[in-house]
């Protein structure tokens, strides 16, 4: 079946040009039969498609009865027609009630914003990321100026309250001001309760932000996604024109990469709807908005937790030292997205960058001093109590050791090893001896302790290893006048 445009130019070709039916063909891609059919024709005649009865027929008007009355879906339909002896498949009620019902699109106001009035707020989620050794879900925070769609995105790898309001005070600090209302989704983090008819209640801990910083929250009708187009948008915008094809290595590497796009691509192109670059229309708007407060908002999660006998905490399948003294005890813990503080009676007894790895141990190297401290006193009273073992003179010898102002601690220690390696009762010996010379140190006793352990041979008789020739020594006489020389000078 060909076309009316088709036919006409069929007939241009053979009764203007004077082209044969061979030729029509070639050029308008044809059959032979076909071409030749319709130059036949007088005119042209658009043919009727065959009507086929269907099972549906005897049931139509029943349908078009029930669909006026209620807004029934092809599947109640079916079981209706099915009861009155309709024996047909669901493929071909659904396309009539289709065919008789078209879908209707609903339709949506365009919201529009003064400068200064709001902004809004979404998270998304795009696959996941190396973090370590581990892997983590990606997700990231937009907010955008609902005036001069602005935007700020920033990436992590938990949707956690703390990181809900860091992201928060980090989207303030990049638009150098704050927003008089903030537009959410009802997500907990910001919204606990939402029943039809009634006012949302809040998070206590966003209602706090909100009030420090000067904003009013405005929850999202629920399954009204809508309500906050511009966010949606900008969510679907970074997913496409930023993530999309992004090698992303570590999560370390997303930030400065995100900060980059920001200002090259995102805040600078011409927006669709506005026609204006967004860092063009946000100098009109900066003055209507809220100036920063003088100090941040503490926004860490407290919580209560143990610390386990080997003077840990545990968050994210990692585990943080505390002090060892603080080994059992119940503390508090303040969470932040970049580190911990650990408080026991609201004094700060540790502090740990947060890891977003997994199965990592982290100690502070002071945290177990005091309990090595404790182990090495235990370990130098048990090696006391071994020296005064070894001779009554042990107790006299230790302080004679100490007046001389030497380590006594250290000449006792080797002190004992040597009776570990000697006889105890010869280490007894040289302590009596070494104090009868006053002889006070290690070095002593183990010069002591060496000699007497020597096995010489007993000394015998000479014996003459040259010839006899060697006992005859000529000794000239002495010269005996020098002495009366100087007895005669004495005299005078």
Not at 284 to 313: C, G, M, W, Y
Not at 401 to 408: A, G, I, T, Y
């Amino acid at each position: 079946m060909i076309d009316y445009e088709t036919y006409m130019k069929m007939k241009n070709y053979h009764e203007k040009d004077g082209l044969n039916c061979n030729q029509v063909a070639a050029i308008m891609g044809l059959s032979y039969k076909t071409v030749n059919n319709w130059l036949n024709e007088k005119r042209y005649r658009m043919r009727k498609p065959s009507e086929r009865s269907s099972k549906l027929d005897p049931f139509k008007n029943q349908i078009l009865q029930m669909l006026e009355k209620y807004p029934y879906s092809a599947a109640q339909i079916l079981l209706r027609i099915k009861e009155n002896g309709f024996d047909g498949s669901y493929t071909i009620v659904k396309d009539y009630v289709r065919k008789v019902r078209p879908p209707k699109t609903k339709a949506y106001l365009m919201l529009s914003f003064a400068p200064g009035e709001c902004v809004q707020v979404d998270w998304g989620s795009y696959g996941s990321v190396n973090v370590g050794s581990t892997c983590r879900r990606l997700s990231f925070f937009v907010m955008v100026l609902c005036y001069s769609r602005l935007m700020y995105v920033e990436f992590t790898v938990s949707q956690t309250m703390e990181h809900f309001l860091a992201c928060h005070q980090n989207a303030f600090d990049f638009f150098g001001c704050v927003p008089r209302k903030i537009m959410v989704d009802n997500l907990k983090s910001a919204v606990l309760r939402r029943i039809v008819g009634e006012a949302p209640v809040f998070n206590p801990k966003y209602f706090d932000f909100a009030n420090y910083y000067g904003f009013s929250i405005a929850a999202c009708n629920v399954g009204a996604g809508n309500e906050k187009g511009r966010v949606e948008n900008g969510v679907g915008y970074v997913k496409k024109n930023f993530l999309a094809g992004l090698d992303i290595p570590d999560f370390a590497a997303i930030h400065p990469a995100a900060r980059h796009w920001l200002a090259t691509v995102a805040n600078v192109r011409i927006h669709g709807k506005t026609r204006q670059k967004p860092i063009e229309r946000f100098e009109k708007e900066r003055s209507f908005l809220n100036p920063l407060p003088a100090n941040a908002f503490d926004i860490a999660t407290v919580s209560q937790i143990r610390a386990s006998s080997q003077f840990r905490i545990t968050l994210d399948a990692n585990r943080y030292s505390v002090p060892a003294e603080y080994a059992g005890a119940r503390l508090t813990l303040k969470t932040y997205p970049d580190r911990l503080c650990i408080y026991s009676e609201n004094q700060l007894i540790a502090r740990h960058v947060r890891s977003y790895d997994r199965h990592q141990d982290f100690e502070d190297p002071d945290h177990p001093k005091q309990l090595l401290i404790q182990r090495k006193k235990a370990r130098d009273q048990k090696i006391y109590m071994r020296f005064l073992s070894l001779s009554p003179k042990a107790e006299q010898y230790y302080y004679k050791l100490e007046q001389r102002r030497m380590n006594p601690k250290h000449h006792v220690q080797k002190i004992v090893a040597l009776s570990e390696i000697y006889d105890p009762n010869a280490v007894a010996r040289a302590l009596e001896d070494a104090f009868t010379f006053q002889a006070f140190s290690c070095e002593y006793i183990a010069n002591l302790l060496e000699q007497r352990s020597r096995c010489l041979p007993e000394p015998g008789a000479l014996h003459l290893t040259r010839s006899e020739d060697l006992l005859d020594i000529d000794i000239e006489q002495p010269d005996l006048s020098i002495y009366e020389r100087k007895t005669h000078d004495d005299k005078k």
